[in-house]
């Protein structure tokens, strides 16, 4: 039996984008690009880190979307971009527009938290 190892990667969306993330995917346009304000990256809580998301959804309550991604294609593409969050010990990821491609090949769910 050959089975996949996966990752999952958990992001709070704001009111009303969550389904939009799940139908649409990640696109550029909804993470404009404009600094110093905004950087264009998608922040996800990284694997082992749930409880990042879980924070920011009590602020922004539409619920925590989840990535599964293939173990080898996140540690080839995603894992170099972790980094401590503030300085803690939850960790961020924040994934740049030209990896949205490959986000987006993978199943999005919305959980209510």
Request: aromatic share 14%.
């Amino acid at each position: 039996m050959n089975t996949i190892q996966t990752v999952t990667i958990y992001k709070a969306t704001q009111k009303g984008k969550g389904q939009h993330l799940v139908e649409q995917g990640f696109q550029p346009a909804d993470f404009p690009y404009h600094p110093p304000i905004v950087d264009g990256k998608c922040y996800f809580a990284a694997p082992n880190s749930r409880g990042l998301a879980e924070e920011y959804h009590r602020y922004y309550k539409d619920g925590i979307l989840e990535v599964t991604i293939d173990a080898v294609i996140y540690e080839r593409y995603f894992k170099p971009l972790e980094r401590p969050y503030q300085g803690g010990e939850q960790v961020e990821l924040p994934i740049p527009h030209d990896l949205f491609p490959i986000l987006n090949q993978y199943p999005r769910v919305l959980r209510p938290r």
